[in-house]
């Protein structure tokens, strides 16, 4: 080990969007750890566009999205897509830490549970952050921070 940050031999997938997620996965990068952010093609991750939404004081930068994902790398992969799931698995059979906060249905749809991955990586750390728990009658509802 030449680096000597903290978390500079862990190997992070950031498969978040919004808040929550990405800001835990951007912790570890602060740390040292390698963070590569999954985001869908064709636009990545919606908390891009905050800046454009109305509302939202106009700026060239948009600095919210830029603090959620510094120190990061990001992939775009289409995971309903074979060849997507393919390089996603991989990246997994090497990771250190999964971090996600999509919504169960989501998580289910795309074999993003925690069964799921510990099925292609059992020593992957499993982060999930959702609103209102794993399980329970509130477990598939979504929300940010403010709803909770």
Known sequence: ??????FADLLVIDCASFI??????????DFGA?????????GGD???K????????????NYPWRLTNRGKQSLA??????????????????ADVFVTNYPLA????????????????PKTIYAS???????GPEAGSTGYDATA
């Open 1 to 6: 080990m030449t680096d000597q940050s903290l």
């Open 20 to 29: 929550a997620g990405p800001a835990a996965a951007t912790i570890l990068s």
């Open 34 to 42: 390698r963070v590569i952010k999954i985001e869908p093609p064709g």
């Open 46 to 48: 919606g908390y891009r």
């Open 50 to 61: 905050l800046k454009h939404l109305p509302g939202v004081p106009r700026c060239e930068q």
């Open 77 to 94: 992969l289409d995971l309903k897509q074979p060849e997507g799931r393919a390089v996603l698995e991989q990246l997994i059979g090497r």
């Open 106 to 121: 989501v998580r289910e749809k795309l074999r993003l549970r925690y069964t799921d991955i510990r099925a292609l990586n």
């Open 129 to 135: 952050l959702t609103p209102y728990g794993e399980s």
